[in-house]
């Protein structure tokens, strides 16, 4: 029978792919970018002289894949994951730390803030890859109903708010939507430059006055009805659904999202204007950033994580950059290239324009944590509790506070 | 008659044979092993070392039992039996209503099966501005004089509602797929006996409970039973619905998803979540059992 | 006789009786309304997000005008086009995707029917020692926790060396408690004296199974072949591991979510790639309704 099964099996195993030398595998960018990856793969293929595969794999249940492929002993050699998926499987012990595998000199051509960002308990478990940060778009339709200069932006968080305030009072639609729901608020207040652990991270520190004072001014915006309630419950979706209808007159968007605007209404896109993320007390902005893996259980670490530098190095993420037009690099030469410096017409090209204005002060601000499940629910339980008003913020932040702190 | 025995035994085992192999290479095994890992340590980490899995005995099962989240996640799931009696109860009637034989009876069959096969993240598209502040449930109450415009609010966003329009979702996707089932169930009962009730002047109602109901014991107990299990695993629509925070305020924070979370979502704690999903399990089988006296089933073996 | 035909009383009874008749069929025409409104109500509340993913699916991007978000208006859309279909279609290189589908779903398909048609039978209408512990352990599995059982399952295809084959997605999916389950509730819906003649006939089991009860089942073996057929055709997770190391066999069921890249996300690409996976199951439906409402009459003459 089972002999039977296996010849069935074998004849059915149409390029049975057991036989790959490295393997590297990306987070949804294919078909779109099937034109980089192609000629990549092959100069990849002279560069360690065995075949690389490239597999692209759906954001949806990419981490499961990984831990299937651990599981069965034949997981890829480098795996492209986003920040807070690579602390989770690393703080899981699922990855295997960089630091002894490769020589500093590599370490070297990275910007120290995106290692930063992939660094736990000391140990980097990410080479960055390519980042994306934030810009402000604003529907001129609007701000004219308004009465508001759309040549003239606000430069700063509280002059976006004074704007909302403004557009809600005069037209009666939403002026903003922030990005809080979640943990999105330990990124606002890293943006507004208050922190989040003491000097040595052995403790949570946000609760103090300052930090009850910003959460307090979202509760207070939330009471008077100044942003949809919807974005504490779909955060960014409910924002781009709402602008993408005409019912927003701002919204804090990644460039790359507009040429999708451009198609989901036209009508909105054209009256867009675009200015670069306003840079807060922190100095910081967050920037998404993807980077390279390597799983535990591959069969050579060393080599894997050569292919990791490989594919991250100047060279590779210049190009990808450029072929995406909305990312940007995380090695130091790559990221200082003109292109990023080159503007545009279209309100696409703008876009991309104002975030590499922003991303001088991008940073992934994603906050390791142990234990992060519990951790983050706390947070986004109480933060969301007194949004709307179950708790004060003071009572909330000093319960999160005391979590955190009990597993630190 | 003892040799009949012995080749109706050969003769159920031959049946089963295919189906029990599979089954317990794929299913048991695996089911047992999770049950298994309930009692031990067993996270992500394991899988990369290749470490087995640590014997830490009813450790897992105390500290789930203990967590506040965990029983919350009990509570509503048990909240959400209630969609149970109303959906098999609405799929009954919608398969009695398209099993006449009225012109273009199986364009409605095809249309009541659309929910089943639409993609539930699309759907939710439709279902977030029926639900919104200015959307079309709000717009129908409105209409109806039901509240006034100051006393709308998101129905996904209210910590007493959320749960139950969520449930509306499942009614949704549900009636379809039960309703195929009863209509496969209506097919074995005799046309002859229907008519024979018309003609005695029973009333549409009367048959319906005095005939199909007692004829459709298997089936019925086949429904409710699969969507009562349904019901406790509910898992979903939560997840599309709340982006998997069983939110506003924990209120659709499901039993399920408790495990999910604990598991496939963030934690990769596979030990935790398989005590977790056991103790859900136990919950399951007191409502299977009631299931199986509810509806009374009879053996019809040889 | 004009006479007699013009006398009143005459001339009321008639009109009486043609009245009667008038309300007779206006009653009946009335309760037909009725019924179809019913109907079409129901059609409203199972279709509707249906209808917005096929109005976006057609709707002509380059047109400018309307949010897709904009609602009820994005429901009309102000030009129409089949190019998002083509775009899909083209990018993904569907046609190799569709293909493994049909492959990965027909084997599925065909192997739960056989499966849960031959096991269900023994505990439906057999007695023999093992029966309830088997039909036990056959429900608890509806109940038990299976959330590691992915994890199990790839290491045991990856000793048979069937991870990154057809066999590797479909053996562990073919036997299901479900299929046995729906199965056995049909067979015991079927009237014993049938079964007792044929046993007087001198008919073996497999004859009675094969003769009586599984045409006597048709309905509800179809509605088995039509879940899963559904299922299959719309899981992604589980193909997705299985074939983790074989790209080449994917479904089309996990290439669609790559219309949800964070570069390339078009809605009206990924409403198109959702009516897409539709078409088929729904046709399989319309088709499928035939053996499915045939029922016992069919049957038994057949």
């Not at chain 3, 049938?194 to 006597?216: F, N, Y």
């Amino acid at each position: 029978m089972k002999k039977q099964l296996l010849a069935i099996g074998a004849a059915l195993a149409l390029g049975g792919a057991f036989a790959q030398q490295l393997e590297f595998v990306t987070t949804s960018l294919a078909p779109t970018f099937n034109d980089f990856f192609g000629p990549l793969v092959e100069r990849a293929n002279k560069q360690f002289g065995v075949a690389v595969k490239w597999t692209d794999l759906p954001q949806n249940a990419i981490q499961q894949r990984i831990l299937a492929g651990v599981a069965a002993g034949n997981p890829p050699d480098a795996v492209q994951l986003n920040s807070t998926q690579i602390l989770e499987l690393a703080q899981q012990g699922a990855l295997l730390p960089l630091n002894d595998l490769l020589d500093a000199a590599t370490l070297k051509l990275y910007q120290p803030a995106a290692l930063e960002a992939f660094t736990y308990e000391g140990k980097l478990y990410g080479l960055p890859d390519y980042a994306s940060t934030r810009i402000v778009a604003f529907n001129t339709d609007i701000l004219k109903k308004a009465g508001l200069d759309p040549s003239n932006p606000p430069r700063t968080i509280p002059g976006i708010i004074e704007w909302a305030k403004t557009i809600k009072d005069k037209t009666g639609i939403y002026g903003f939507a922030p990005l809080i729901s979640n943990v999105d608020f330990l990124k606002a207040f890293q943006e507004a430059g208050l922190p989040i652990f003491d000097e040595k991270r052995k403790k949570a520190v946000f609760n103090s006055p300052a930090h009850v004072a910003l959460l307090q001014q979202y509760i207070d915006l939330r009471k008077k009805d100044y942003f949809p309630e919807d974005v504490m419950r779909r955060g960014f979706t409910a924002a781009y659904e709402l602008y993408t209808a005409g019912k927003l007159g701002i919204i804090i968007i990644g460039p790359q999202f507009m040429p999708r605007l451009e198609k989901d209404n036209n009508a909105v896109w054209k009256v867009t204007t675009v200015a670069p993320h306003p840079i807060g007390a922190g100095q910081v902005v967050q920037a998404s950033t993807f980077a390279y893996a390597v799983p535990k259980g591959v069969r050579d670490p060393k080599r894997a994580a050569q292919l990791a530098a490989w594919l991250t190095n100047d060279e590779n993420q210049l190009a990808f950059s450029k072929r995406t037009g909305t990312t940007f690099p995380t090695t130091v030469k790559a990221a200082s290239d003109p292109f990023f410096r080159a503007g545009g017409n279209t309100v696409n090209d703008q876009a991309r324009l104002m975030a590499s204005r922003t991303m001088r002060n991008g940073k992934d601000l994603t906050v390791p944590v142990p234990n992060a499940a519990e951790l983050n629910k706390a947070f986004k339980d109480n933060v969301e509790a007194a949004i709307f008003g179950q708790k004060t913020a003071k009572q909330a932040l000093d319960d999160i506070v005391k979590v955190w702190n009990a597993n630190l | 008659m003892r040799r009949q025995a012995w080749t109706t035994t050969l003769v159920a085992y031959a049946f089963l044979a295919p189906a029990l192999v599979l089954m317990g290479l794929f299913t048991f095994y695996p089911v047992l092993y999770g049950a298994y890992l309930g009692f031990t340590q067993y996270t992500a980490a394991n899988l990369g070392s290749g470490e087995p899995p640590r014997w830490v005995g009813g450790q897992n099962f105390a500290l789930v039992l203990r967590d506040p989240l965990f029983q919350t996640g009990i509570l509503n799931s048990l909240k959400y039996l209630v969609v149970v009696p109303i959906l098999q109860i609405a799929s009954l009637a919608v398969a009695v209503l398209v099993n006449q034989k009225l012109p273009f009876m199986a364009f409605f069959r095809a249309g009541y099966y659309i929910p089943v096969i639409t993609s539930i993240s699309l759907a939710a598209v439709m279902w977030e501005w029926i639900f919104q502040k200015d959307g079309f449930l709000n717009w129908s109450l409105r209409l109806i004089g039901f509240f006034n415009q100051g006393g709308q609010f998101n129905w996904l966003l209210n910590e007493h509602t959320a749960l139950w329009v969520i449930m509306l979702v499942t009614f949704w996707r549900g009636f379809g797929y039960y309703m195929v089932l009863y209509l496969a169930g209506l097919q074995a009962i005799p046309g002859e006996l229907e008519e024979a009730a018309t003609l005695d002047g029973a009333s549409p109602w009367q048959r319906f409970w005095r005939i199909i109901v007692p004829l459709m014991r298997p089936t019925i107990l086949l429904c409710s039973l699969l969507s009562t299990i349904a019901a406790i695993r509910v898992l979903e629509e939560i997840l599309v619905f709340t982006g998997g925070t069983g939110g506003p305020l924990n209120s659709t924070y499901t039993a399920l998803l408790y495990v999910y979370n604990k598991s496939l979502g963030l934690d990769f704690n596979y030990g935790v979540a398989s005590a977790a999903g056991l103790l859900i399990a136990l919950v399951g089988f007191g409502l299977s059992y009631l299931n199986f006296r509810i509806t009374r089933e009879d053996r019809g073996e040889r | 006789m004009n006479e007699l035909e013009r006398s009143p009383s005459v001339s009321s009874a008639r009109a009486e009786a043609a009245g009667l008749r008038r309300r007779a069929v206006w009653r009946k025409g009335v309760s037909i309304t009725l019924a179809y409104l019913i109907l079409l109500a129901i059609l409203a509340f199972a279709a509707f997000p249906f209808l917005w993913t096929l109005a976006i699916s057609i709707t002509d991007k380059r047109a400018a005008g309307i949010s897709i978000y904009d609602f009820p208006r994005s429901l009309f859309p102000p030009a129409i086009t089949l190019g998002n279909f083509v775009e899909v279609f083209e990018k993904l290189k569907l046609g190799k995707y569709f293909l493994n589908s049909v492959v990965i779903t027909g084997l599925t398909v065909v192997g739960t029917l056989i499966t849960s048609a031959l096991a269900a039978y023994p505990l439906a209408r057999l007695r023999f020692p093992g029966k309830n512990l088997i039909f036990g352990a056959v429900i608890a599995t509806l109940v038990l926790p299976t959330e590691t059982s992915f994890i199990v399952n790839v290491l045991t295809l990856n000793k048979l060396h069937l991870l990154g084959t057809y066999w590797g997605v479909v053996l562990p999916i073919v036997a299901t408690a479900f299929g046995i389950f729906l199965m056995r509730q049909a067979y015991l819906a079927i009237p014993s004296t049938l079964m007792e003649a044929a046993r007087i006939d001198g008919a073996s089991e497999m004859q009675i199974l094969w003769r009586i009860m599984i045409p006597l089942s048709m309905p509800s073996l179809t509605a088995l072949g039509i879940f899963t057929l559904v299922n299959t055709w719309n899981a992604y997770f589980w193909p997705s591991v299985a074939l983790l190391t074989n790209e080449e066999l994917l479904p089309m069921s996990v290439a669609i979510l790559k219309l949800k890249g964070q570069f390339n996300y078009d809605t009206f690409n990924v409403a198109a790639g959702a009516i897409l996976m539709m078409i088929p199951v729904l046709l399989v439906f319309v088709l499928a309704q035939r053996l499915f409402m045939r029922g016992l009459e069919g049957a038994v003459k057949g």
